[in-house]
């Protein structure tokens, strides 16, 4: 357990911001920490839509339960929220 | 006794390179501080400053400019500027003060090392009138806001704004360290006074002129319109220095300083001069956005200079006019949701009527950059404000040291351009950036930026009230919106009008 600083990319937002995970969290848990800094902030909240995590460039998502410190991403990668429509 | 006119002694008595005896032409000047690309000091001597002036002509005309602009601000002292300004136009005032006057002492520095050490006779002419004037441009902008000092603690701090930890501090100091405070000789001339001066701030000196005029602080105006006429003289000291360079097959390394020096003028002027020109200028004293003062200015003109002389256009010259259409909207909404960050007050200036201004200047404005002031309106009219402020740092850019940004909303076109160097990952706002990083890593390498030097421990506690420590900005200077809000209310007044229909 311990502290994972990370890149936030999150989609509709204007800039990248600083924000500090655990590398407990599942992405979920990450999605929501970014989400905290962009979402009813600058971007507008979609209640009906989940927002997944993927590395920049990546088309595939991170599994939602997957927790951030066993997927080799590294402090300060930069990570892209979007969101998608519920499974 | 019949004084000879100037033209018939001027080239003999600046005819001052010798030969020197008792010391090797190495040790005399430096390549370190030379700055001549091996060039020959018998091929400098080609260098023609297309400006020519002597002494005594120097002195008085600078006197007779002194007088003038003194004698302005003495007659206009008892105006009440504070009181009748637009908000947004003493917020232009303060972002100018304290990110410049300091920096023109060090544009001071940079011309006495051109002066000590430009290996052609000419330009360490010109540059010894460029290092006085240099002298002269800090001691007015220090010397002209003073008088508010006692009445707004933002102008006070402006005072010490360069001196500080605060960002925009960082990044203008990071980047005037870059362009000519830390160059040789040669590469001041290029990057400097070609790239800086004659590309941007000749023109950027007109245009704040001209708004100052128009918004009636004729203190300003005639403050800013008397440093103007020296910078289009000593801003031609670069131009004969790269025709030498490039008569002698170096434009290669001349033409890359051009580069470096451009982009990272573009980023400065994006940051200062965009959110004046497109936000905080009360709309009824706009004459042209900043994209098309930009194009006129930068496109139309600047790059018939470059051509002229025989430069090719940067590698980046279309990304960067495509920058012209968003990064300082970027730029103005960072600097806006960070406002306790800085040492003036922003203006949102997207009221209803300013954003249709907006809209028409920049087509698909209100689906992209409006989609953010939407939810930042929305949380003002329900007097959330806490919302509209920061709880984290944004990413910041290892070249410009200015947040990571580019177009949000339906454009969302924002990433990193991040570099693995020595094991150390950089983050870059665009691949111009990193472009100069890696024209030169070592130069770069070792610099922290503010969010490198948070995730270092260096900013305690760790939070945003750490990072206000850190940037030594206590209430009363921290900035907040510059008409407290007075522009969402319009927009509730609209919402209430609509719903009555």
Redesign the interface.
Known sequence: MSML?I?S?F?????????AVDSENTMDQVAAAAA??SV?????PQPDKVIRVRR?DAQAFFPQDARIGDLGV?P?E?LEFIFTDAA | MAILERSKWYDLARATNWTPRYVAESELFPETMSGSLGVERSKWEAYDEPYKTSYPEYVRIQREKDAAAYSVKAALERTKLLENAAPGWLSILKAHYGAIALGEYAAMSAEARMTRFGPAPGMRNMATFGMLDENRHAQLQLYFPHEHCKSDRQFDWAHKAYHSNEWAAIAARHTFDDLFLARDAISIAIMLTFAFETGFTNMQFLGLSADAAEVGDYTFSSLISSIQTDESRHAQIGGPALQVLLANGHKEEAQKRVYMGIARAWRIFGVLTGPAMDYYTPLSHRKQSFKEFMQEWIVGQFERSLIDLGLDLPWYWDKMIEEFDYQHH?YH??VW?WRPTVWWNPAAGVSPDERDWLEEKYPGWNDT?G??W???TE?VLKGNID??K??????VCNMSQL????????G?N???Y?LVHEGR?Y?FNSEIDRWIFQQDPSRYRDHMTV?DR??AGMIQPPDLSGALKYMNLAPGEMGDDADNYAWAEAWRNIAATRRAA
Do not use: S, Y
Not at chain 1, 11 to 19: E, I, K, N, P, Y
Not at chain 2, 403 to 410: Q, R
């Open positions: 600083p890149i990319n989609q509709g937002d204007f800039v990248l911001q600083l924000v905290h800094h009813g902030r600058r971007v507008a920049q590294q300060m930069c | 970027a909404l960072g949701f950059f989609k953010c939407d939810v930042i949380n919302a509209t920061p709880e984290t740092l944004p990413i947040p990571i940004c580019a177009v949000p909303g339906n969302w924002v990433r990193d991040p990952t983050h969010v948070f995730l």
